[in-house]
């Protein structure tokens, strides 16, 4: 069942920089993302039209969107949670828009202030208007493998919202264990739910490494055939809503394993590291990433 062939997300410059206490400036996260797709990426997941407010790390969304040169082939996402934030982003062309909800009741209301029901309510204009732009609408559903306010999360209330997404019209799941407490044979449980409801190109991971879980999580969902996942530039990462929470699987880590299991991906993991130097210069830290540092460390020596 293993694919020969997978498709990476960074969310790096959105998931990743939305949780830095410093504020980046938008030119060097748009940097970041030139560097991303010059890396080979296909799609970056570049920033969320939230409340600045909640979020202030985000408030230079539309700077940030209007500062990409774009390539032709690579698709930049956005988060929406609601018609206010998808009325700011449509002037930017987002290829793709990004609504969130969670798996479990308690973190619904701590992400976005509201109920599981109003907030996928609250998704039905967005993705409905989404798609009379032409544009996808992917669903992130938060809190699949476990949530910091309720603890555990079952299959049952992860297919719950699967259905809600599929019943209005979301055309794309992402299954997200925010806190990374998952462990391979939950990922694959919580995994089946979502195939159930999506076929298998429209279904992805999205795995923070808290405990160390993502590489075999993600290693567990391509023995199901799964080809879609989320990862993040140099490990960056986190939600400012689930404290604790580190950063997803680095993209340079996942992108080794890839690469040793001979699975396409069209990504140069040299350019990768370059782009997680980049980033880890700009924040004054170290990637998180192990292959990323080892890469880097094994420049060092050469030099
Ligand atoms: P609310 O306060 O319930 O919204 O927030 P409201 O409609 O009552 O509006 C209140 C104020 O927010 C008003 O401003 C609105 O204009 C403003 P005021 O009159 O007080 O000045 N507002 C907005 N401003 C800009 N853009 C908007 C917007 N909407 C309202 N779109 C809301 C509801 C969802 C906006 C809020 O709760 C919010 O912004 N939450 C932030 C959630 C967030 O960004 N979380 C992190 C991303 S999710 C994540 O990381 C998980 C993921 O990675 C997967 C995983 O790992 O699990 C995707
Ligand atoms: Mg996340």
């Known amino acids: 069942m293993i694919p020969h062939q997978v498709t990476l997300v960074d969310v790096g410059p959105r998931d990743g920089l939305q949780n830095e206490k410093q504020q980046v400036d938008a030119a060097h996260k748009v940097e970041l993302i030139h560097l991303l797709q010059a890396a080979g990426l296909r799609e970056i997941e570049v920033t969320s039209f939230v409340s600045p407010k909640w979020v202030p790390q985000m408030s230079d969304n539309a700077q940030v969107m209007a500062g990409i040169a774009r390539r032709v082939g690579v698709r930049y996402s956005v988060l929406t949670p609601n018609m206010q934030g998808f009325e700011a982003a449509l002037p930017l062309k987002p290829d793709e828009i990004v609504v969130f909800g969670a798996a479990s009741e308690a973190f619904s209301q701590r992400n976005i202030n509201c109920s599981i029901e109003q907030s996928v309510e609250r998704f039905r204009p967005v993705v409905a208007a989404a798609h009379a732009h032409g544009i996808k609408a992917r669903a992130a559903i938060s809190c699949a493998l476990g949530c910091p306010y309720q603890g555990e999360v079952s299959p049952d209330e992860v297919e719950r919202v699967v259905v809600l997404m599929k019943a209005i019209g979301v055309d794309h799941c992402g299954v997200a264990d ?81 690469n040793g299991l001979g699975i396409e991906t069209g990504i140069d993991i040299e350019r990768l590291v370059d782009a997680a130097a980049f980033i880890s210069e700009v924040l004054g830290r170290k990637p998180v990433s192990r292959s990323g540092n080892a890469l880097l460390a094994k420049r060092g020596a050469a030099t």
């Open 178 to 258: 925010t806190i990374g407490v998952g462990t391979p044979k939950r990922a694959q449980a919580a995994m089946e739910r979502a195939l159930k409801h999506y076929p298998l190109a429209e279904v992805s991971g999205h795995f923070h490494d808290t405990y160390g879980q993502a590489l075999a999580n993600i290693y567990a969902c391509l023995e199901m055939g799964l080809s879609h996942f989320d990862a993040s530039i140099a490990g960056l990462g986190g939600c400012p809503y689930a404290k604790g929470a580190t950063g997803n699987v680095a993209t340079e880590d996942v992108l080794f394993m890839l």
